[in-house]
């Protein structure tokens, strides 16, 4: 596609539920990367993935964050027994790059989860 | 360790007067350096970047920025403001060497508000 898309654009979960957010890159990017935004913490990066592999997971906050990239195109963020403080926009970003190189990273428009 | 700061939480400017946006970053290596501006539920947008050369990067919408190794600042600007330049403003720096040279960290974010 023309941009990277996210979806749901909006999810609304009760404490405790399993979410899963959806990530599709632009076409041919081969890094794909994992941002949360918070009001308390601005921008968080979450975790990298270069293909299908994921180099670094240290920005995960909790084991009940876990992430996965098929096929080098689309990645899921799963987060498991949601808790309030999961509450944030959640965002996806890809860039034409491997480590080391100046690619910029292009950002989706982000899924607002909210978390009841 | 890399990390950005932002001074300014907000920026106010009268449409057609010069904007400035601050920023100053620490890296131990050498910088990549990245704004991004981002408009009310939308993603973060690129507007420019800083990877070698010329000290003044030029970018979209007629912004501009300059990286100053001295002072570690990298600091953007617009000579005439439009009210459609208000938006949050994400200054990000990336370490050129090490093993985490693909993660971008961002500061606060500074909104800034241009009045007709």
């Known amino acids: 596609g023309a941009g990277v898309s996210q979806s749901p654009s909006n999810k609304v979960t009760e404490k405790g539920k399993d979410v899963e957010l959806r990530c599709d890159p632009i076409s041919g990017h081969t890094a794909l990367y994992w941002y949360r935004q918070s009001l308390g913490q601005g921008l968080e990066f979450l975790i990298y993935?270069?293909?299908?592999?994921?180099?670094?997971k240290s920005g995960l906050p909790s084991d009940r964050f876990s992430a996965e990239r098929t096929g080098g195109s689309v990645s899921t963020l799963t987060i498991q027994r949601t808790q309030q403080e999961d509450s944030a926009v959640y965002l996806c970003?890809?860039?034409?790059?491997?480590?080391?190189?100046?690619?910029?990273?292009?950002f989706g428009p982000g899924t607002r989860l909210t978390v009841t | 360790a890399q990390s950005v700061a932002q001074p300014e939480d907000q920026v106010n400017v009268a449409e057609g007067n010069p904007l400035t946006v601050k920023c100053t970053y620490s890296?131990?290596?050498?910088?990549?350096l990245f704004w991004y501006v981002q408009y009310p539920n939308r993603g973060l947008q690129f507007l420019l970047k800083y990877i070698t050369g010329d000290n003044l990067v030029k970018g979209s919408y007629g912004f501009e920025a300059e990286f100053n190794k001295s002072q570690t600042s990298f600091h953007l600007k617009k000579p005439s403001a439009l009210v459609s330049d208000s938006a949050l403003y994400f200054c990000a720096v990336r370490d050129r060497e090490g093993s985490n040279d693909y993660k971008l960290s961002f500061g606060a974010g500074t909104t800034v508000t241009v009045r007709a």
């Open positions: 970003a890809s860039s034409l790059g491997l480590a080391g190189l100046s690619y910029e990273q292009y």
């Open positions: 890296v131990s290596g050498n910088p990549y």
């Open positions: 993935f270069q293909g299908n592999s994921a180099p670094d």
